[in-house]
């Protein structure tokens, strides 16, 4: 019922230089790695540069301890001979029923606010009815499935033409892909980012200076809808201890109305 993942990277190259590049990646020193996970510094780079055979046991741990993502503990697990050891679960299997009911029960639950449920690559799995409210002259092609966030964002089709601070924003979100691909080495990733990074911004493309001073406590998404100007604040929420690679990829992002106007704006859609 379960489908087990495939690397993410060579495995001829053998488990030793992938845990050292996750190592190095971490900046964390080969003593530092052994006192976290009860080892030796000479085992730890008798494994890196492997004269030692890890254990699955030992992948494992040292995997733990570099923070390294579930689906790269498999690839790790792989290239050392070991069958994976996480599986990746459709999110369609029955298995997930209650996870992705409970997830359904809470984006809902967060309306007339918007809240949406995405992958590691930005796919929309789930999205409510305030999100639905803000695709409002979204070009049709975007909206054909599977729907991407950073595409419906970004594009100059999409919701890009009426976000105010578009430059600011714009920025935010393409940090925030950086930042994942340093820490997952996704190529699917890499290719959205390489994709939504050259579309193009206008020459005249809004600041986000707002009309008046407003001491938001963080970088807000300004989005027009209607000829009103709307502030929402954006969270991200993930799985604690995953278990299953799908599950650990999964990210719900709710936007919290960032001033008094657009709470009342949306409660009086609702009303």
Do not use: C
Not at 145 to 166: D, F, K, S, V, Y
Not at 178 to 191: C, G, K
Not at 208 to 230: C, D, N, W
């Amino acid at each position: 019922m379960t489908a087990l993942i495939a690397p993410t990277a060579p495995t001829a190259q053998g488990v030793g230089p992938l845990l050292r590049a996750w190592r190095e990646r971490r900046r964390v020193s080969q003593l530092e790695l052994a006192l976290r996970a009860d080892s030796s510094a000479r085992h730890v780079s008798f494994i890196e540069t492997g004269r030692s055979r890890p254990s699955e046991e030992m992948v494992l741990r040292l995997a733990e301890h570099l923070d390294v993502p579930v689906r790269e503990r498999n690839a790790l697990l792989l290239a050392a001979g070991y069958a994976p050891h996480y599986p990746e679960t459709p999110l369609d299997d029955p298995a997930l029923d209650a996870l992705r009911e409970g997830m359904e029960r809470l984006i809902r639950g967060y309306e007339p606010y918007p809240a949406l449920v995405v992958d590691a690559t930005y796919q929309v799995l789930a999205a409510n009815r305030g999100i639905l409210m803000l695709m409002d002259g979204v070009a049709e092609h975007l909206l054909e499935p599977p729907l991407n966030a950073m595409r419906l964002t970004l594009h100059p089709e999409g919701l890009a033409p009426r976000i105010r601070n578009l430059r600011e924003w714009r920025g935010h979100l393409l940090e925030q892909m950086e930042r994942q691909i340093a820490l997952h080495r996704s190529e699917p990733l890499r290719a959205l980012y390489e994709e939504v990074a050259a579309y193009p911004v206008p020459d005249n493309a809004p600041g986000g200076e707002p009309a008046e001073p407003v001491p938001y406590f963080a970088l807000p998404m300004q989005i027009e809808h209607e000829g009103r100007t709307l502030s929402f604040i954006s969270s991200i929420s993930t799985f604690n201890t995953p278990m299953d690679v799908t599950v650990a990829e999964l990210a719900i992002e709710t936007l919290l109305p960032a001033d008094p106007a657009t709470v009342k704006y949306l409660h009086t859609l609702v009303s």
